[in-house]
């Protein structure tokens, strides 16, 4: 959760006995983000609170903490970045919202890499990559249940991977996995040091630098790929097109598209079909789309009811609205009016924001409100597209008080900005509690 500019953090008293003996309201608020069972961890004079809602988050036996921070303030590149060139030795935990994602650094180097995702288990991603199939992982996780080994050597012993296929396997999931957790830009990641005798798989650690690297490609080259392909369930098919000459890289997927026909195929199949990772299938899929050589199919779907706007997400725009109105009713009163209006006109028609699917063709009336008939239409787009109204509503609402709320750090006297703080915390605080 950010802090609002200019507002002070709320606090806990804890006497010299450990009770506490008081929260302030704000802080109960701040509170009730993120419930659930905490270990804390004493790090010098500060004393810091870590989910342990599941079994990777919180210290193992003989750990201790070293890095605790914000992925907003510390971006996953710059920190991976500055651990390997300190060599450093431990494991780095990264949280947002259920996803976690475990790194462990041996002497600055990656040994390994887990995930709470079934996704990203090695089982799974063995049959993305078309390696294996269903039934043949059940047969491995049998024999690793009953023999105690890991899927990777159950899979050898059965035959159904050679050694050095499985070898190329986990490279390619550990490349994947840290190229896919480098370009997460919210969350925490939590860093702790491990006991000497820390077990480390036998396999050889990749260098990180590599790794780096490696992330930082596929970001650029997948931001140029969304253009044209949105995702990986995107269904493409061969055009009529006269192939020409298909480079060597391209024909095994030109190939597959020749067989499937009209009929076209997701990335995710040709990924499958290929035995490659999706970001190979994506940049395969890419190049022929850009020679013309196939085609995205534009999939017609039944139409939905019509979007209704719940009478929790009408109150939630009402009381957002409310506190809109009292920071820009300060700004008027200290001669700044103009300004804000401007700066948050600005925010809302910005094409890179982060909210901007939402704020699209929003103003904001002669009361700094926002318009709300063109905030619903949007806002049933969007759940067309599978987003909940409720935690879209919220979510981009808070960063525009932050935004606005910041504008008025830059202009408002200290007092005048603290005063404004609290009240808009106030009427905040008569949300409805099921996403607040």
Same mark, same amino acid.
């Given at each position: 959760m950010r802090h609002d500019p200019g507002v002070a953090l709320p606090t806990l008293?804890?006497?010299?006995?450990g009770a506490i003996v008081r929260v302030e309201p704000e802080a109960r608020e701040l509170l009730k983000v993120l419930p659930g069972r905490y270990?804390?961890?004493?790090?010098?004079g500060a004393v810091l609170l870590i989910s342990d809602e599941n079994a990777v988050t919180a210290a193992q036996p003989g750990e201790t903490l070293a890095l605790a921070g914000d992925?907003?303030?510390?971006?996953?590149?710059?920190?991976?970045?500055?651990?390997?060139q300190s060599r450093e030795t431990g494991r780095v935990v990264v949280k947002s919202g259920d996803v976690e994602r475990v790194t462990l650094l041996k002497t600055g180097d990656v040994a390994s890499v887990g995930s709470n995702l079934p996704r990203d288990r090695m089982g799974e991603f063995l049959v993305r990559l078309g390696k294996i199939e269903e039934h043949q992982l059940a047969a491995a996780m049998d024999l690793a249940q009953q023999s105690g080994q890991r899927i990777g050597q159950c899979l050898v012993q059965l035959k159904l991977l050679q050694p050095h296929e499985l070898w190329s396997c986990i490279q390619e999931q550990m490349t994947e996995i840290f190229a896919e957790l480098c370009a997460w830009t919210s969350g925490s990641f939590v860093m702790y040091r491990v006991p000497a005798e820390h077990p480390f798989p036998q396999t050889p650690a990749l260098s990180m630098q590599h790794l780096l690297l490696e992330a930082v490609r596929r970001a650029d080259e997948m931001s140029v790929f969304r253009e044209r392909i949105p995702n990986?369930? #995107?269904?493409?098919?061969?055009? #009529?097109?006269?192939?020409?000459?298909?480079?060597?890289?391209?024909?095994? #997927?030109?190939?597959?598209?020749?067989?499937?026909?009209?009929s076209g195929a997701t990335v995710a199949e040709v990924a499958t079909s290929l035995q490659v990772a999706e970001f190979t299938a994506t940049r395969?899929?890419?190049?022929?789309?850009?020679?013309?050589?196939? /085609?995205?199919?534009?999939?017609?779907?039944?139409?939905?009811?019509?979007?209704?706007?719940?009478?929790?997400?009408?109150?939630?725009?009402?009381?957002?609205?409310?506190?809109?109105? /009292?920071?820009?009713?300060?700004?008027?009163?200290?001669?700044?009016?103009?300004?804000?209006?401007?700066?948050?006109?600005?925010?809302?028609?910005?094409?890179?924001?982060?909210?901007?699917?939402?704020?699209?063709?929003?103003?904001?009336?002669?009361?700094?409100?926002?318009?709300?008939?063109?905030?619903?239409?949007n806002l049933a787009v969007l759940h067309g597209m599978g987003l909940d109204p409720a935690t879209v509503l919220t979510d981009a609402l808070n960063e525009l008080t932050f935004f606005m709320l910041f504008q008025c750090g830059e202009l408002l006297s200290p007092k005048a900005d603290e005063n404004l703080?609290?009240?808009?915390?106030?009427?905040?605080?008569?949300l409805p509690s099921a996403v607040r």
């Open positions: 008293l804890v006497d010299r006995s270990r804390l961890h004493r790090a010098g992925i907003a303030a510390m971006p996953l590149l710059g920190l991976m970045n500055l651990l390997g990986v369930n #995107a269904r493409l098919r061969r055009t #009529a097109r006269d192939a020409g000459e298909v480079s060597e890289e391209d024909s095994p #997927a030109f190939g597959y598209f020749e067989l499937m026909g009209q395969l899929c890419y190049q022929l789309l850009r020679s013309g050589l196939i /085609e995205i199919v534009k999939e017609t779907r039944p139409p939905g009811p019509p979007f209704k706007l719940a009478p929790a997400d009408r109150e939630r725009i009402d009381i957002f609205n409310l506190a809109f109105r /009292e920071i820009r009713d300060e700004m008027l009163r200290a001669g700044h009016g103009d300004v804000l209006v401007d700066g948050v006109r600005k925010y809302l028609a910005d094409p890179n924001g982060a909210f901007a699917d939402l704020f699209r063709y929003v103003d904001v009336d002669d009361s700094g409100a926002l318009l709300v008939d063109p905030l619903v239409n703080g609290r009240r808009v915390r106030l009427i905040h605080a008569s």
